[in-house]
């Protein structure tokens, strides 16, 4: 069985979410713990600014005592409340697949079709196959993700103009500052999704950037290609007394910038637009009360993007019918999977049947007869076991698998044939 629990911006808010947001190291830790368990096979933690869902694939076909356990040592982990399982959701099989297909697509992002959770997704995947905590099914059904979600770009709308929180961000500058391109900027943070909002920034003609990253060759080096100020991390709180807007984007437990911090370096009267993109946030709730300041974290940026939905709306349905076609693909894939001890009884059940019946006549036929019966023994084998095989794939995807499984080793085990009746 497949299965995923998680938590979203669809569920709960940025400050509840932020709890259980995950480094790398910790999904490696994590994961370690978790697949301790013997019923759980496989797993792949995927943790972004968005969401941090757990996907699973267990050696059994009931979902909810894995969910659950899933859930009491993240819960433990992250030193969270047990409440807060209320904001979690919880699918297996299809409902899993579909839900994470929808993810890549970009269709449950905050910004839809946003690109980013691409590269999130491939950096999950690579993080658990390095330390082989995904196998044959998890494998399999990410591969399909990657599939899907190119597929859904390359042939949708969805794929045409580059949507991200990051876009979204920047437009939200630019609402609240009609003179963007006059603005002094300050960045703090230059992985992926600080380099995409300078990206942005220079679309809109914006020159007075300023970079503050932990290692200062990623701020040289983003710098030097999109022609930006370095701020050495040590000075970053020097430079806020200068910054109209701050965007910033770095991975921290603890808010780099309060109210207090701030209160010290911006003049009372200065105007000041900060946007959170930090998961963790970055910057203290209570910077908010500062008169003069603006904060705004990611859920705040739904409303600047609400435009971008009303654009694509007449896309999400040609993207949900190749998700729809993807998720058959993959759950007949799955199906078969599942199946392969049944058809291993099937196949061994009729040979060995076979078998035993020419043995039988050999005793009393000529060694050319016998060859005859031999071949026209498998032809018969082959149609049975083809005819079997094809009608227990088409009444497994309704019914019960496991019960279908077990009653196909009933009849093919040992001794099936030879009863007299």
Known sequence: MIGVTGISHQSAPVNVREKFSLDQRECAKLSEAILQNPKIDELLILSTCNRTEIYFKTNGSCSSGASNAIFSQLREHVGAPEESKLLFYHYRNEEAVRHLFRVISGLDSIVLGEYQIISQIKEACRLARENK????????????????????????????????????????????FPNLQDKNILLIGAGETGELVIKNLQKKGCKNINIANRTIERSQELAKRYEAEVVPFQELKNKLGKAEIIVSSILCKEPLIDANILKQHIHTDQKVLIIDLGIPRN???????????????????????????????????????????????????????????????????????????????????????????????????????????????????????????????????????????
Not at 145 to 166: D, P
Not at 397 to 403: K, T
């Open 133 to 176: 905590f995904t196998g044959k099914f998890l494998n399999r059904l990410f591969n399909k993700a990657l599939e899907t979600g190119k597929a859904v770009r390359t042939n949708t709308g969805l794929g045409k103009e580059a949507f991200s929180v990051s876009y979204a961000a920047v437009e939200k500058c630019s609402a609240h």
């Open 283 to 421: 910057i203290h709730p209570d910077v908010a009360e500062i008169p003069a300041v603006s904060l705004l974290n990611v859920d705040d940026l739904k409303e600047a993007i609400s435009e971008n939905i009303q654009k694509k709306q007449e896309y999400i349905s040609a993207a949900e019918s190749i998700i729809a076609e993807k998720v058959t693909e993959f759950s007949d894939w799955l199906n078969v999977q599942n199946l392969v001890p049944a058809i291993q009884s099937i196949v061994s059940g009729v040979h060995r049947i076979n078998a035993d019946e020419i043995a039988l006549f050999k005793n009393f036929h000529s060694e050319e007869e016998i060859i005859k019966i031999e071949q026209y023994g498998r032809h018969i084998c082959e149609k049975m076991i083809r005819a079997m095989v094809k009608n227990l794939k088409t009444i497994s995807r309704d019914g019960d698998l496991q019960q279908y499984s077990k009653i196909i080793h009933q009849l093919f085990k040992p001794g099936y044939g030879q009863e007299s009746y």
